[in-house]
């Protein structure tokens, strides 16, 4: 048994599918398979249920997944605390972002730390908030991008900004005689809302049902676009960052600011509290530390 036989069944055992960890760990399908087979021979236990619909844990597997989890994080620490001696300027990252925030200035401080750093490896996941925050606590992601406030008891932070939503409707829709609306007008109307994955899809809920109404969701997605095709179809209203909106055409449709009591799109950089880091994770961390603090000068 080596390392790679526990990163394999972890990474089968996280993806519930021996395709789906070939993919992730980008071997194939056979390799994963007989890896699996390997250790299962040599513990002389079957680790895996297998039918054609499922794969999961046996008991012996769901004590192994703990403890290989302890094994390779362990072995992980190692290498980087002997890369970070060196000083080696390279390693992965694995990060996870909402698609729908629209972070120009995110994707322009990857890019620029890319140029710094060219030998560090920098995979984007994109997941909703609360899909995030399952993948930091589960160290398949080192990092994340999250709309919502943070819980600081689990996790680290760097505030990256604040952006209140507005309402997006069709140009003819009676809604754009006002220069700002109210939870309440919005009664009736029908809702395109994020996925139920991201944090902003409750607090729109909630927010919904303080006016007094339970809203009318008629699809839910993370595509901004199709959103905008949706609300141009006359077909419903959606609530979107102002930056974005700011961004619109507005000859497709008409974005309005919503009174107070707003809803924030609060954007913020987590890791898991008390987690080790790689040297790479250590690097990315203190550029977007050194980025905002020069920004606000």
Known sequence: MDIRHLEYFIEVARQKSFSKAADKIRVSQSTVSKTIKDLETELGKALFNRNSKYVRLTDTGKILFTEAQQVVEMFQHMSTELESISKIEKGKINIGMPPITGATTFAKLLGEFKKTYPNIEITLFEYGSKTVQLGIQDGSLDVGLIC?????????????TKDPLWVVVHPDHPLTRYP???????????????HRDFSLYDEIVMRCKMAGFQPKVIFETSQRELMIQIVEAKLGIVLLPSKICQELDPQRVTSIP????????????????????????????????NYLLNKTK
């Open 148 to 160: 919502c406030p943070t819980n600081q008891e689990l996790y680290e932070a760097i505030y990256f």
């Open 180 to 194: 700002k609306v109210d939870f309440a007008s919005l009664a009736g109307e029908s809702f395109v809302l994020y």
């Open 258 to 289: 919503m009174a107070d009591p707003q809803i924030f799109l609060e954007l913020s950089l987590i890791w898991k509290k008390g987690r080790y880091l790689s040297y790479a994770t250590l690097l990315w961390i203190k550029y977007v530390r």
